[in-house]
């Protein structure tokens, strides 16, 4: 089964850039799309982006477009998420998932990694 790991998460300041990565191990799925969700305390987990794998179509939710761009290299296994202009509100600890279309099934997800954005 995969095994997904974030890292890059750290203290900026508003306005300040960070990238994230997860690098994934033991995938065998022939398609599947990659992304990242977060989660602030006391809210529920929030969609921020996904990158179909083999396309490498993203999407963004639209609290993030045009400051986030989502994208994964083939060697390393590895799905990244570069954050710009941050903000406060993107205080949150981030996790990656992968979702598998063929074979078809539920999300494996990492162990997440803290962004905190300072005003």
């Given at each position: 089964?995969?095994?997904?790991?974030?890292?890059?998460?750290?203290?900026?300041?508003?306005?300040?850039?960070?990238?994230l990565s997860?690098?994934?191990?033991g995938?065998?799925?022939?398609?599947?799309?990659?992304g990242?969700?977060?989660?602030?305390?006391?809210?529920?987990?929030?969609?921020?982006?996904?990158?179909?794998?083999?396309?490498?179509?993203p999407?963004?939710?639209?609290?993030?477009?045009?400051?986030?761009?989502?994208?994964r290299?083939?060697?390393?296994?590895?799905?990244?998420?570069?954050?710009?202009?941050?903000?406060?509100?993107?205080?949150a600890?981030?996790?990656?998932?992968l979702?598998?279309?063929?074979?078809?099934?539920?999300?494996?997800?990492?162990?997440?990694?803290?962004?905190?954005?300072?005003?």
């Amino acid at each position: 089964q995969p095994h997904l790991v974030e890292s890059g998460g750290g203290l900026v300041q508003a306005g300040g850039s960070l990238r994230l990565s997860c690098a994934i191990s033991g995938n065998t799925f022939i398609r599947y799309i990659m992304g990242w969700y977060r989660q602030a305390p006391g809210k529920e987990r929030e969609f921020v982006a996904r990158i179909t794998w083999s396309s490498g179509r993203p999407y963004y939710a639209d609290s993030v477009k045009g400051r986030f761009t989502i994208s994964r290299d083939n060697a390393p296994n590895t799905v990244n998420l570069q954050m710009n202009s941050l903000k406060p509100e993107d205080t949150a600890v981030y996790y990656c998932y992968l979702e598998p279309l063929l074979p078809s099934g539920d999300a494996y997800w990492g162990q997440g990694t803290q962004v905190t954005v300072s005003s």
